[in-house]
């Protein structure tokens, strides 16, 4: 099974993306914990991706893809056309350093890679595909 | 999307957040926050539990406020929050550097406790 969704990068889309990914999986059976873990860490990688990639312009979009290709393993898939948002810049600093420097953001990405199994950013085609799987119970 | 509430019990400010806080609504929690301590409060009370749903945005703006309130011997304590909420916190190992309870009596005795 796959499903589509496309977004306008506007930060108030994001619920209607959570909203998404709940109806999508509905039907996996996963524990409730774990498809919220997995909604959040979504709406983290897209919510960067409108931040940082495209300014929150609402008329740039980001494809949402999902897949089920097996039982137990999900794929999701953000793709765009914006500026290369290299994830691994924003997730080194120690969590006690953000909390000295009285800092509100670093945490997204961190978020992202403790709750999936693997993340991976690459160009295709001109295009910038964030891919990130999980295995579920 | 997120409603934020302030009421004043026995010299607590309790804030009480209903609904969700994503990337769009954090700054409502912050400048609600930013409210409390402007107004001089030393004990405040954050009531989770209409929170539906938090991301690492609302994670942010409890973070940024440790080491100011560290400065200003300001208590805070969290409470009430469902389960899926709290794991959000769990995740990060923030549930380590907040103070979180699970009923607000819990919470009002912990935040008194802080302050002597």
Redesign the interface.
């Known amino acids: 099974m796959s499903y589509q969704y496309n977004i306008g990068c506007s930060l108030s889309n994001l619920k209607g993306i959570r909203e998404f990914i709940r109806n999508s999986l509905k039907d996996q059976r996963m524990p409730e914990l774990e498809l919220a873990a997995i909604i959040l860490a979504l709406d983290e990688m897209c919510s960067n991706l409108m931040i940082h990639a495209h300014h929150c312009n609402p008329e740039h979009l980001l494809e949402l893809h999902i897949d089920v290709p097996e039982k137990g393993k999900l794929i999701f898939e953000i793709i765009d056309d914006g500026n290369v948002f290299n994830i691994n810049q924003f997730s080194s600093d120690n969590i006690n350093d953000l909390v000295h420097e009285k800092r509100k953001g670093g945490l997204g990405i961190r978020l992202v890679k403790s709750i999936m199994d693997n993340v991976e950013y690459f160009s295709q085609e001109g295009r910038n595909i964030c891919r990130l799987t999980k295995k579920i119970s | 999307?997120v409603h934020i509430k302030r009421l004043q019990e026995s010299g607590n400010d309790l804030i009480a957040i209903i609904g969700?806080i994503?990337?769009?609504s954090?700054i409502e929690l912050?400048l609600t926050i930013a409210k409390s301590v402007g107004e001089g409060f030393t004990k405040i009370l954050v009531d989770c539990s209409a929170l539906e749903?938090i991301?690492?945005?609302g994670?942010?703006?409890f973070?940024?406020?440790?080491?100011?309130f560290k400065d200003k011997n300001i208590q805070m304590v969290l409470f009430g929050m469902k389960?899926?909420v709290a794991?959000?916190f769990s995740?990060?190992?923030?549930a380590d550097?907040l103070h979180i309870c699970t009923s607000k009596e819990e919470a009002k005795r912990l935040v008194d406790e802080l302050s002597v």
Do not use: C, H, Q
């Open positions: 999307m969700e994503d990337a769009s954090s912050d749903y991301s690492s945005a994670l942010g703006v973070m940024s406020y440790i080491e100011e389960g899926k794991n959000t995740i990060l190992g923030l550097l």
